[in-house]
T-cell receptor, first 110, second 115 residues
Framework: GENVEQHPSTLSVQEGDSAVIKCTYSDSASNYFPWYKQELGKRPQLIIDIRSNVGEKKDQRIAVTLNKTAKHFSLHITETQPEDSAVYFCAASGSYQLTFGKGTKLSVIP | KAGVTQTPRYLIKTRGQQVTLSCSPISGHRSVSWYQQTPGQGLQFLFEYFSETQRNKGNFPGRFSGRQFSNSRSEMNVSTLELGDSALYLC??????????????FGPGTRLTVL
């Protein structure tokens, strides 16, 4: 089955700096890659997603890149703010299921 | 449009008991997926239902089961509870028309504690 590796597990950045989280997946048939943000005690919220026919997608301060050949995708957050502090999960979709990475705890230091 | 809802939000059970959790998807969504979230294992896929049919199942023992009703509401059941079943159980709904590439929206979860 699909396996998703996510790095780093924790990340601390100064407010205003950029943050990058990387994921690799194993199943070349996976074709949809969402990213979720989960604040403490809350549900995971979709922040951005990308489909396999696209190499990059951007939404304001958030961007995702996908390299299908290398089977990896990344989340980029620019101009980080304290409210960006949360756990971020990447996922890969195939066979009617999402396989998640273990998560990255992002701390933005004011 | 109302979001995904789950009931109950919190449950405390003892070992050996069984439990049923409920999930109501976003109106118009026909696919419901269930996940178990624990600090050590992260988010793990349990099963997915579409139009009352289970389309996929994760690597969980047979004690974990689910079903979906004609109105797309879904329930999951865990029998003979073990301490290790303590977790946050999340359901997510999607339209279901796009198959693998549907966006999934999560409910608030049910926090299950097994004593």
């Amino acid at each position: 089955g699909e396996n998703v590796e996510q790095h780093p597990s924790t990340l601390s950045v100064q407010e205003g700096d950029s943050a990058v989280i990387k994921c690799t997946y194993s199943d070349s048939a996976s074709n949809y890659f969402p990213w979720y943000k989960q604040e403490l005690g809350k549900r995971p919220q979709l922040i951005i997603d990308i489909r396999s026919n696209v190499g990059e997608k951007k939404d304001q301060r958030i961007a995702v890149t996908l390299n299908k050949t290398a089977k990896h995708f990344s989340l980029h957050i620019t101009e980080t703010q304290p409210e960006d502090s949360a756990v971020y999960f990447c996922a890969a979709s195939g066979s009617y299921q999402l396989t998640f990475g273990k998560g990255t705890k992002l701390s933005v230091i004011p | 449009k109302a979001g995904v809802t789950q009931t109950p939000r919190y449950l405390i059970k003892t070992r050996g008991q069984q439990v049923t959790l409920s999930c109501s998807p976003i109106s118009g969504h026909r696919s419901v997926s269930w996940y178990q979230q624990t600090p050590g294992q992260g988010l793990q896929f349990l099963f997915e239902y579409f139009s009352e049919t289970q389309r996929n199942k994760g690597n969980f023992p047979g004690r974990f089961s689910g079903r979906q009703f004609s109105n797309s509401r879904s329930e999951m059941n865990v029998s003979t509870l073990e301490l290790g079943d303590s977790a946050l159980y999340l359901c997510a709904s999607s339209l279901g028309r796009g198959g693998d590439t549907d966006t999934q929206y999560f409910g608030p979860g049910t926090r299950l504690t097994v004593l």
